[in-house]
């Protein structure tokens, strides 16, 4: 199975999880509950493509 299947979890974070999160109660660090979510997102999008660059075959350095 290919590493690159990870970059689909930003996209369903962000597209089906908003649906839920919807929220501006409860306020996390000083901010309404979906802004939160959606800088949770951006920074797990920059996670999985890290690791999806680290992990790749493709990107082999010396080529």
């Known amino acids: ?9 930003p996209l369903l974070f962000i597209f089906v999880g908003v649906a839920f ?4 109660n409860p306020m996390v660090l000083g901010m309404p ?9 951006v920074v797990l999008t920059s996670v999985c493509m890290a690791v999806v ?7 082999k350095e010396g080529d």
Do not use: G
Not at 1 to 9: A, E, G, P, Q
Not at 21 to 24: I, L, Q, R, S, T
Not at 33 to 41: G, S
Not at 53 to 59: A, E, H, I, L, S
């Open 33 to 41: 509950f979906l802004f939160f979510y959606v800088v949770c997102c």
């Open 21 to 24: 999160a919807n929220h501006v």
């Open 53 to 59: 660059y680290k992990f790749d075959p493709t990107n």
């Open 1 to 9: 199975m290919s590493i690159r299947w990870l970059t689909l979890v």
